[in-house]
């Protein structure tokens, strides 16, 4: 059964520290044009209100220590929720799963699905310049046609 669900925002940038993995180099710290790093207990600690989120900290970690994240923000059944997108993901659709229920189409709010009539069984196209890797076809998908892949 679907549940009721809004995007609320696309592209919330998040950045935070693995701290078992920071050995405090303070390379980041040295590299961050907003001066947000700062020595924490076990690890650096990342102030997010000062963050310009440019990625420069998370490039020069020796321990890949920092992370930087998108995620989708939306609302399903009343309750506010987030999802990370994978920076290096992109979207699939295995033809011989599909059973043509459209319920991908008919509920992508980017406008990213379409059907392609077929002589023998309708397609799914998927406009990947209007896909925000949401995941949300995905996950509603009942047979698993579509889905979400690291590339």
């Known amino acids: 059964m679907l549940k009721n669900f809004v995007i609320l925002e696309v592209n919330v940038r998040d950045i935070y520290v693995i701290k078992d993995r920071c050995v405090l180099c303070n390379l980041c710290k040295e590299v961050c044009p907003a001066n947000c790093i700062f020595d924490g207990e076990e690890s650096v600690e990342i102030n997010k209100e000062k963050c310009m989120f440019c990625g420069r900290c998370v490039k020069v ?10 995620k989708v923000r939306y609302l399903e059944d009343g309750e506010v929720k987030e999802r ?3 920076k ?3 979207i699939f659709y295995n033809y011989r799963k599909c ?10 709010i980017f ?9 023998f069984k309708d ?15 995905e996950e509603i ?10 590339v």
Do not use: F, H, Q
């Open 84 to 86: 990370e997108i994978k």
């Open 123 to 137: 397609k799914i196209v998927i406009d990947k310049k209007k896909c925000e890797l949401c995941g949300k076809c």
């Open 99 to 108: 059973i043509s229920c459209l319920i991908c189409v008919k509920n992508c």
């Open 61 to 70: 970690c020796p321990t890949k220590a920092i992370k930087l994240v998108r």
């Open 111 to 119: 406008g990213a699905m379409s059907i392609e009539e077929n002589k």
């Open 141 to 150: 998908c009942p047979t698993k046609a579509i889905y979400l892949k690291g």
């Open 88 to 90: 290096y993901v992109d």
